[in-house]
């Protein structure tokens, strides 16, 4: 709907690569999920290093495709009240959600995500369960890293809300 920037394209384009690299977590997940349940039904073996890898696979999925669902547009909104709206109005809503809601909530998450790894790090955190897996900082370093690559797609997304609103022809607009 917005229309490309220079900064967007360079911005999209490498996002679009990191998804599509991304994808192949969730086919590792599954295949983890599904050793798990074999070792556990068939052979009455649980592996605690197997269920913690799944959740950090599912985090680093989760945490890193945010960025590439806000660059694609499919994130979750209210679709019924937003497609009864003007692009404009869309346009104007989206701007301000931007500034005052996502970039300084992504600011506050980036800013102590970094104090929340360097002391897992400096403490050399290692899983509470026995056979667990070890550097914890290591997954915990995902939380900061998917929001700034989100910061980066909203900051794409930012520059092609504002030539929409402020530099594109009025009748295109409607």
């Known amino acids: 709907m ?3 920037t220079a900064f967007s394209r360079v911005v999209d384009a490498w996002l679009i690569r990191i998804g599509q690299a991304l994808s192949w977590v969730w086919l590792v997940l599954l295949a983890v999920i599904m050793i798990n349940v074999v070792l556990r039904y068939f052979f009455s073996e649980g592996r605690i290093e197997l269920e913690e890898l799944q959740w950090h696979l599912y985090s680093i999925g989760f945490l890193i495709g945010m ?5 694609a547009d499919v994130h979750v909104r209210v679709d019924v009240l937003h497609e009864r709206l003007s692009k404009r109005t869309q346009a104007w809503i989206e701007l ?22 360097q002391s897992s790090f400096l403490a050399n955190e290692v899983s509470s369960s026995p056979g667990g897996l070890g550097l914890r900082w290591l997954i915990k370093a995902v939380l900061p890293f998917g929001f700034a690559l989100l910061g980066v797609a909203v900051l794409a997304r930012l520059h092609r809300v504002w030539s929409f609103l402020f530099f594109q022809d009025r009748s295109d607009a409607r």
């Open 67 to 71: 960025s590439y669902a806000y660059q």
């Open 2 to 4: 917005y229309p490309e």
């Open 96 to 117: 301000y959600g931007i500034l005052l809601l996502l970039l300084p909530f992504i600011a506050l998450v980036v800013i102590y995500g970094f104090s929340f790894v």
